[in-house]
């Protein structure tokens, strides 16, 4: 059965791993191309875009894939829908695989926002000194905040616009929190701003965070399409790609 799994998570390229080692399952995996030394699947990848929902189901078919299973980062809404859209029109079973999201703790001083140019408006309140953990894309929305100074941390350097106060920090996870916390201090930040992404590669910043008693910016995720299959888990993912393939 030839599955695409989209990727560029942990959760997806364990699901490669699982499958490429199973009888009867043909993967490939997709990489969207941003990262510019991604830590690659098992089996075959291909990388880049598809060119929206028309390319994406024209390759679908071209390459006579049986199911999809998007296991893109919870932040990559775009790829998920035009995913759902093309799986769809092409009656194709399709699951979304998102890890769950981190959840407030006591002595947590969280503030939830829906979308980055509101995430912008709280920080322009909140301090001077400011941890931006959003990832590449995206940092150009804070380019006009001239009075914050931004540590900006990534894997790879932002091609947008910065803010004029910043240092870049390149780097992958996962952080430790005694790290995290010594950061923190040796930067003097006042507010820390993060999206939503679950997982415990980078979850020490909110520990961090909690113990130095930041305010923390929260950026939710993206809805997924309407009517979307969503597992939590890789385990979760796998029980229903095995019974995709035994109908």
């Known amino acids: 059965m030839k599955t695409l799994i989209l990727g560029g998570t942990r959760e997806a390229r364990v699901i490669a791993h699982i499958a490429s080692g199973e009888r009867g399952f043909d993967i490939v995996s997709s990489l969207a191309g941003r990262v510019r030394d991604p830590l690659l699947p098992e089996g075959p990848v291909r990388i880049g875009g598809f060119g929206g929902v028309v390319g994406m189901r024209k390759w679908l078919a071209n390459n006579e894939i049986a199911v999809v299973i ?9 790829i998920s829908a035009n995913a759902h859209s093309a799986a769809t029109d092409l009656g194709l079973p399709i699951l979304h695989v998102r890890r769950p999201g981190w959840s407030e703790q006591p002595g947590d001083r969280w503030i939830r926002v829906p979308d980055l140019d509101a995430a912008v408006r709280e920080v ?37 616009a910065l803010p004029p106060h910043h240092e870049l920090l390149l780097a992958r996870g996962p952080f430790a929190p005694a790290d995290e916390q010594r950061l923190l201090t040796q930067h003097r930040i006042d507010v820390l701003v993060t999206k939503d992404s679950g997982g415990d590669q980078t979850a020490a910043k909110l520990d961090a965070a909690r113990c130095a008693d930041l305010p923390v910016v929260v950026v939710d995720r993206p809805a997924l399409p309407p009517g979307a299959v969503v597992v939590e888990s890789v385990d979760a993912a796998w029980k229903w790609l095995r019974d995709i393939a035994s109908r």
């Open 124 to 160: 322009a309140e909140l301090g001077e000194r400011v941890f931006l953990t959003i990832g590449r894309q995206g940092v150009a929305a804070f380019a006009g905040l001239t009075k914050q100074w931004f540590l900006i941390r990534a894997i790879d350097p932002p091609t947008g």
């Open 70 to 78: 998007d296991a893109t980062h919870p932040f990559a809404g775009t």
